[in-house]
Nanobody
Framework: EVQLVESGGGLVQPGGSLRLSCAAS????????MNWVRQAPGKGFEWVSV????????SYADSVKGRFTISRDNAKNTLYLQMNSLKPEDTAVYYC?????????????WGQGTQVTVSS
């Protein structure tokens, strides 16, 4: 069974940091581009970041550029999102997704999501 399990979410104050993790199983993790996608309260899905299968290329949404860092450890089948300088508008459910392309916003697999709340 394909599984993507996010962890690391929680409540943090503005300006704080969190690191999200996504543990993958049931597919060849190292063959997939991995993405973080989020859904803020009352809003649609927003693509956040992508990393290619080997981890050598990354891309970010303008809203998080300079604050978030995506990375992966293929030996551990794990994806990460380091989030710094968090803002209230970063509050959302964050999903880990696996896709066939670094460029196409098309996802084969989704995790269950983890809640990130940025509030004082």
């Amino acid at each position: 069974e394909v599984q993507l399990v996010e962890s690391g979410g929680g409540l943090v104050q503005p300006g704080g940091s969190l690191r999200l993790s996504c543990a993958a199983s049931g597919f060849t993790f190292s063959s997939y581009a991995m993405n973080w996608v989020r859904q803020a309260p009352g809003k649609g899905f927003e693509w956040v970041s992508v990393i290619n299968n080997g981890g050598g290329s990354t891309s970010y949404a303008d809203s998080v550029k300079g604050r978030f860092t995506i990375s992966r450890d293929n030996a551990k089948n794990t994806l990460y999102l380091q989030m710094n300088s968090l803002k209230p508008e970063d509050t959302a459910v964050y999903y880990c997704t696996a896709g066939r392309s670094f460029y196409l916003r098309q996802y084969d697999y989704w995790g269950q999501g983890t809640q990130v709340t940025v509030s004082s």
